[in-house]
T-cell receptor, first 111, second 116 residues
Framework: GIQVEQSPPDLILQEGANSTLRCNFS?????LQWFHQNPWGQLINLFY???GTKQNGRLSATTVATERYSLLYISSSQTTDSGVYFC?????????????FGTGTRLQVTL | DAMVIQNPRYQVTQFGKPVTLSCSQT?????MYWYQQKSSQAPKLLFH???????NEADTPDNFQSRRPNTSFCFLDIRSPGLGDAAMYLC???????????????FGPGTRLLVL
């Protein structure tokens, strides 16, 4: 099956710092999503980004589908950004969008 | 607000005692998914429903079953929980395919299962 690798696995930032998270995938996919899982386990969709660049406040994401990677940028990080960031690639079955999640990046933002 | 609701948030069961987790949604989405997420791992898809059509992943153990009595509700039944089934169980929904930005999956808060 498809392999989805994320880097770095762990990241510690001081509040206000910027960071870039990377997601590499081994095969062509229909779409890609970025999620934030907060410390209570809730998965929040950040971006639905099959290609190109999108921005939402302090976050932005870029997917280069032809080169099989995606990047998530976090600027001016805040303690509430802490948690695990997952990218997930989507394979369309015709009746559902099946997600394969990456290995995750655990982010801790300190004061 | 439209949302995906999971009950209970925490569930404790005994080894071998059947347990049912529930998920409901007010989004009126056609597709509902169940994922298992073990500690420090990524979520892993167990199965999904497209309307009433059930689709099992090839490596989902027979111990896991699911029911979807109507559009709004979906249940995960674990017939004989083992210690290895302790995990967070996440329910998600999505809508019809083919509409831009409509294929996003929306996740519930999860049910954390403990097996004693």
């Amino acid at each position: 099956g498809i392999q989805v690798e994320q880097s770095p696995p762990d990241l510690i930032l001081q509040e206000g710092a910027n960071s870039t998270l990377r997601c590499n995938f081994s095969d062509s996919v229909n779409n890609l999503q970025w999620f934030h899982q907060n410390p209570w386990g809730q998965l929040i969709n950040l971006f639905y980004i099959p290609s190109g660049t999108k921005q939402n406040g302090r976050l932005s994401a870029t997917t280069v589908a032809t080169e099989r990677y995606s990047l998530l940028y976090i600027s001016s990080s805040q303690t509430t950004d802490s948690g695990v960031y997952f990218c997930a690639v989507e394979l369309n079955t015709g009746t559902a969008s099946k997600l394969t999640f990456g290995t995750g990046t655990r982010l801790q933002v300190t004061l | 607000d439209a949302m995906v609701i999971q009950n209970p948030r925490y569930q404790v069961t005994q080894f071998g005692k059947p347990v049912t987790l529930s998920c409901s949604q007010t989004l009126n989405h056609n597709v509902m998914y169940w994922y298992q997420q073990k500690s420090s791992q990524a979520p892993k898809l167990l199965f999904h429903y497209y309307d009433k059509d059930f689709n099992n992943e090839a490596d989902t153990p027979d111990n896991f079953q699911s029911r979807r009595p109507n559009t709004s509700f979906c249940f995960l039944d674990i017939r004989s929980p083992g210690l290895g089934d302790a995990a967070m169980y996440l329910c998600a929904t999505s809508t019809l395919l083919g509409e831009i930005d409509q294929e996003t999956q929306y996740f519930g808060p999860g049910t954390r299962l403990l097996v004693l």
